[in-house]
Every structure is written in structure tokens, then in C-alpha cells.
């Protein structure tokens, strides 16, 4: 392995603003940052392609120096995985690859890695009324959101984010610029969409896209902390609704967990009638019964929701722009693995019991809606395996004093899981591949699932010596 700075600053046509290197003052602040300050990583390199032919040529100087690369889009990896994972990779920042255009006739958009949501929606909005799914957080980068699952309030009306695309443009490990499609290198399409850090960098993508909503209707119910029992009947009941497999496609609702008290939040995208007349909500009575207030929004202006999700996104309220460190673990809920009344018991029992000293880690629990249009899709169809899954409970543990996770976080996440593991018989570890957890054992498995082999087989075939690497991606089959 020899120095990489020669090679990168002629990848990129000899501009040395586009590349920064480990021994330079500030490298760490300017160019690195972080979002996961618990899992500390520092690449050779970062490097900022303004073209895909730069993104080849800086992949080519990766494999003749036998390092290994990672494509940055938002930045958002809860292992920072978008730097390798591990010191010593090469990043490849496509903050500058922003391009954008709407065929008008398709309805099908041309979207650079770079554009974050927020910029996807402004100008899918202003072209043509249009609009696509995903998740929250209006700052994740549209690169690694497509190609990872991409999971939201629109959801189960539009299916996930990476079921949208419908093309793209690939750089693969040795340099080569490929358009994959369905029927263009189909394997690779294949992977690409939930999977694609091990696979290559995707240089721009081929999207479908929906009509904008009219009408959307976005509520949250919030609930003050309260005896154990009520708190309990109250997840109970949302539990009931939310994997009711006759539940219209148009409603979407996420319960966040917090020390102070519960919070129902979503979407019904219709009318103000309509949701008044689904009942949805009445059939949630321990919430009408015991809320500090609901807040109920008629939004006309797709925007305007679309700022509501944003204000949602419990980890972005923690942190804003200061990164923490955090830890994190998703577990599914489908239809045959409810949590029963018991383990509801044992669950706020824990959190009653364990999760009122915040002096040592702050904590909250999410749990997302997925189901509706995302079950159309085989599960075998694109490398997102995990079809089936109704609802993502999301666990996390954040210490905001910018210290890591301490040992009493890492133990209350512990016993979180344990209680689902009692409760859920053969629950297993699977686990939202965008959401990774670096303490994950077996994680590829827990990430593709039956998948799993087939996209070992097209990583030997496309990067035999896994040049686009990260500690929990897909290996090579042998």
C-alpha cells in the first residue's frame, strides 16, 4: 500500500480543493465530522468528485493502492460506515454530483446522490407537482437513503424509497461507468437497491414519482407520563391498529417512547372528512382519553407536511448540529410476531424501573410504520429483504455530553431486547440495513436475510476483492 495523494489529485484533474488528506489541520472537523461521535473513524482521504468520470478515477486509484472507498451522501451513518467504518478508507463525497431534471412525459426524474430530501422535494415540488417517499429527516442524503430502503410517513401508500428507482448509473470497483435497469445488468440492479455501499457508488439514479397530495391530514396525540398500566394499554391498543391487516393504506402512525410520556404522530393523506369519518383514532381510545391535547393539521401544501416529518425525527431534536454519540437497534414487528400483552407489561415495567435516571444516557424508543405498498414487492425482488415487517421498533441510548455510550446504556439496550427475545418467540436479530449496528453479530444476515447469498454471489462477480468495503457489508462468496 503506498500514498494515495497523487493519484487522487490526478483523479480529480489536479484541484486540490477537491481533495483532503488525514495529515492536514482540521481534517477531522472540516472534512470528516462525523455524525456517530461513539464510533470514531478517521479515512485517508476525502475526496469531492464534481463528475462520475472523477468518482472512477479516484475508485481506480483505491483499487492500485489496495485501499478501500465509501461514497458519502448525507452523511447520516449511525456507524459512520459512509468513511469505511474503519480508519484508512477512501471517501468519495458526492455533495457536488446535485443535478436534477423531470421528464415531463414519464414523470420519471433524474436525481444526483448529492441532493439531500429536503432538495428532492423543493424540486420534484417546483417541476412538475410531484412528489416521492422517504423517510423524516430532511437532511439525509438522497445517495444512501435510495439504496438502503428508505422507510417513511408515505410509505404504505407508495412503497419505500428505493422501490422508486428505476434506474441508474453505477461506478464499479474497477472504474467502469454501467446503467443498470431491470433489464441492464439486472443482478446489479438488483443489489443496488438495499445493499449498494458493497456493490459500488451510485453516480445518479432514474426515479418514478407520484402526484402530490391535495390533501394530507398530520396529528399527534401526546401523552404525559403516567402509571405504568395505562401507558401499557395505550401501546396495547395502538399495537392492535397498526398491524390490522385491513388498515387502509392512507393512514400512517409512529409512536415515540420517551422518559416524559408517549407521542402518536402521523399521516392520512385525504381529506379532513375522510379522516374524520375512518375512526382510526377512535379506536385508539386510552389515547383520546388520556392526552395532554391533539394536534390535528389540514396541509394543502405538500411542503407544509412535509416540514411536520420533520419536526418528528426524535434524534435530529437531540442533536441538531452537534453530533452525539449514540447506539442504536431496530427490531421487527410483522404480523405473526405482535408483541403479546405480557411482554407490553414487561416493557414499560423496564423503562418504569430502569429508564428514569437520565444522568448517565438519554434515551427514547421509536416505532415506525412500514407495511401497505412496501408488502407488494417480493421479497427476493430487490436486496431489501424485509417485506413482511409491519412495524421497525427503533431503540436507542444517546449520551449528549459528548463523551461515548456509557456501560449502563450499552446494559438498559440489553435488557430492552432481552424482553422483546422473552416475549416474541423466535424473533431473531433482523434488523433495518439502514439503521447498522456495529455490536450486530451475524449482521449481514440480520441485514439481507435470505437475500443474503445471492448478493454474496454478485459481489464476487462485480468486487471480487471488496474495494467498496465497510465492517458489516456483503463479502465476496469464495
Request: charged share 15%; proline share 6%.
Amino acid at each position: 500500500m503506498h500514498s494515495p495523494g497523487k493519484c487522487l489529485l490526478a483523479a480529480v484533474d489536479g484541484d486540490a480543493g477537491q481533495v483532503a488528506f488525514d495529515n492536514q489541520p482540521g481534517y477531522q472537523a472540516a472534512n470528516v465530522h462525523p455524525y456517530n461521535i461513539n464510533w470514531p473513524v478517521t479515512p485517508v482521504a476525502v475526496t469531492y468528485p464534481q463528475t462520475a468520470e472523477q468518482v472512477a478515477a479516484i475508485v481506480q486509484c483505491a483499487t492500485q493502492g489496495g485501499y478501500k472507498v465509501q461514497a458519502r451522501s448525507g452523511g447520516h451513518s449511525y456507524g459512520n460506515y459512509c468513511y469505511g467504518g474503519s480508519n484508512g478508507a477512501i471517501v468519495a463525497d458526492l455533495s457536488s454530483l446535485t443535478h436534477f431534471s423531470l421528464d415531463p412525459t414519464t414523470n420519471h426524474a433524474t436525481v444526483g446522490p448529492g441532493l439531500l430530501l429536503r432538495d428532492v422535494d423543493e424540486a420534484l415540488h417546483s417541476t412538475g407537482n410531484r412528489a416521492i417517499a422517504h423517510g423524516l429527516c430532511p437532511t439525509v442524503g438522497f445517495g444512501g437513503h435510495a439504496t438502503v430502503g428508505g422507510i417513511g410517513p408515505a410509505t404504505r401508500i407508495w412503497g419505500l424509497t428505493t422501490d422508486h428507482v428505476v434506474g441508474a448509473e453505477v461506478v464499479l470497483a474497477n472504474g467502469s461507468i454501467v446503467q443498470t435497469s431491470e433489464t441492464d445488468s439486472p443482478d446489479l440492479f438488483f443489489a443496488i437497491r438495499g445493499a449498494a455501499a458493497s456493490f459500488g457508488i451510485v453516480t445518479s439514479f432514474e426515479v418514478r414519482t407520484e402526484p402530490a397530495p391535495d390533501a394530507v391530514m398530520t396529528y399527534a396525540y401526546t401523552y404525559a407520563a403516567g402509571d405504568v398500566e395505562s401507558r401499557a394499554e395505550l401501546f396495547r391498543q395502538w399495537q392492535d391498529v397498526m398491524t390490522d391487516p385491513e388498515l387502509t393504506r392512507k393512514f400512517s402512525c409512529s409512536c415515540t417512547i420517551l422518559p416524559s410520556g408517549v407521542q402518536l404522530s402521523g399521516t392520512f393523506f385525504g381529506s379532513e372528512e375522510e379522516f374524520a369519518t375512518s375512526g382510526i383514532l377512535q379506536r385508539i381510545p386510552a389515547a383520546g382519553a388520556a392526552s395532554n391535547g391533539t394536534t390535528t393539521t389540514v396541509v394543502t401544501d405538500w411542503l407544509g407536511a412535509l416540514a411536520n416529518w420533520a419536526n418528528e425525527d426524535a434524534l435530529e431534536a437531540i442533536g441538531g448540529n452537534v453530533r452525539h454519540a449514540f447506539h442504536e437497534h431496530s427490531v421487527p414487528i410483522t404480523a405473526s410476531s405482535n408483541i403479546p400483552d405480557s411482554g407490553v407489561d414487561a416493557l414499560f415495567e423496564y423503562l418504569d424501573t430502569h429508564g428514569k435516571d437520565a444522568s448517565k444516557h438519554t434515551w427514547f424508543i421509536r416505532l415506525d410504520h412500514q407495511g401497505g405498498a412496501a408488502q407488494d414487492i417480493p421479497a427476493d425482488a430487490t436486496a431489501f429483504a424485509h417485506r413482511d415487517v409491519l412495524l421497525w421498533m427503533e431503540m436507542y441510548v444517546v449520551n449528549t455530553a459528548g463523551q461515548p455510550v456509557s456501560e449502563e446504556g450499552y446494559e438498559f439496550l440489553d435488557g430492552l431486547r432481552q424482553i422483546l427475545r422473552d416475549s416474541v418467540p423466535g424473533l431473531g436479530d433482523r434488523t433495518y440495513p439502514g439503521h447498522v449496528d456495529p455490536l450486530l453479530e451475524n449482521a449481514q444476515a440480520a441485514y439481507w436475510g435470505a437475500n443474503l447469498p445471492r448478493l454474496e454471489r454478485i459481489k464476487g462477480q462485480v468486487d471480487p476483492r471488496d474495494v467498496f468495503h465497510n465492517p458489516q457489508g456483503v463479502r465476496p462468496a469464495v
